[in-house]
């Protein structure tokens, strides 16, 4: 059972456009939510998060969006630029649960010069 | 400053062959850690998580067990490997009052022949 999904296993993106990757979830336990970036071979790194309080929250180019009630959420990446060509994981937590995070699949995100 | 150090990076092993898969954690005391396997086409999946020395929580039945034998020090065993143990193997840890940010290490590359 996929409590968190990303249905875009790809997205490509000209270089200074905009990047929007997508996550929806099922479980609505959860009430943190976290975006990761991961380059091959290498281990993800966090990238921004947003407490379920909030329906924004934004660093520098990368603004995450919460949309509750949909149980879907969104990174946006402005302007995009090709070193954030990578794998996005998407995941959740919930209190009371130790804080385990649920990942997503991933999208792989080709920004091209 | 806190660094986890995760070996080796890559792995061939034949089915039945032990395995053992090792991470520490510097620069901080008590950490919670964490063991996560991205298989091909799938998601980071929680394997394991440990609160302290001894203390190990199992997220899934599988062919592998984990040990917790010093405060900053966690490793994955098997004593028969499978196919489908075959996979993308990451350590983790995080800090108490900020369980949802996890700090990866680089991963081993497992591959079962």
């Known amino acids: 059972d996929q409590q968190v999904k990303q249905n875009s296993p790809s997205l490509s993106v000209q270089e200074g456009r905009i990047s929007i990757l997508n996550c929806d979830y099922t479980?609505?336990?959860?009430?943190?939510f976290l975006w990761y970036k991961k380059y091959p071979a290498e281990g993800p790194t966090f990238l921004i998060s947003?407490?379920?309080?909030?329906d924004k929250n934004e660093d520098g180019r990368f603004t995450v969006f919460l949309n509750k009630s949909a149980k879907h959420l969104s990174l946006h990446i402005v302007p995009s630029q090709p070193g954030d060509s990578a794998v996005y994981f998407c995941?959740?937590?919930?209190?009371?649960?130790?804080?385990?995070?649920?990942f997503g699949k991933g999208t792989l995100l080709t920004v091209n010069p | 400053s806190q660094t986890i150090h995760q070996w080796p990076a890559t792995l061939v092993q034949p089915v039945g062959s032990p395995l053992s898969l090792e991470c520490t954690v510097e620069?901080?005391?008590?950490?919670?850690l964490y063991w996560y396997r991205q298989a091909a086409g799938r998601g980071l999946q929680l394997l394991f998580y440990?609160?302290?020395?001894?203390?190990i929580s199992s997220e899934v039945p599988q062919n592998l067990s984990a040990s917790r034998p010093q405060d900053r020090q966690f490793i994955l065993s098997s004593k028969k490997l499978l196919l489908s143990d075959s996979g993308f193997y990451l350590c983790?840890?995080?800090?108490?009052?900020?369980?949802?940010?996890?700090?990866f290490g680089s991963g081993t590359q497992l591959s079962v022949l």
């Open positions: 983790a840890w995080s800090v108490l009052g900020q369980n949802e940010k996890l700090f």
């Open positions: 479980n609505s336990m959860f009430d943190y």
């Open positions: 947003i407490s379920s309080i909030k």
């Open positions: 995941a959740a937590s919930a209190r009371g649960s130790n804080y385990k995070l649920t």
């Open positions: 620069g901080t005391s008590n950490p919670n």
């Open positions: 440990s609160v302290g020395i001894g203390q």
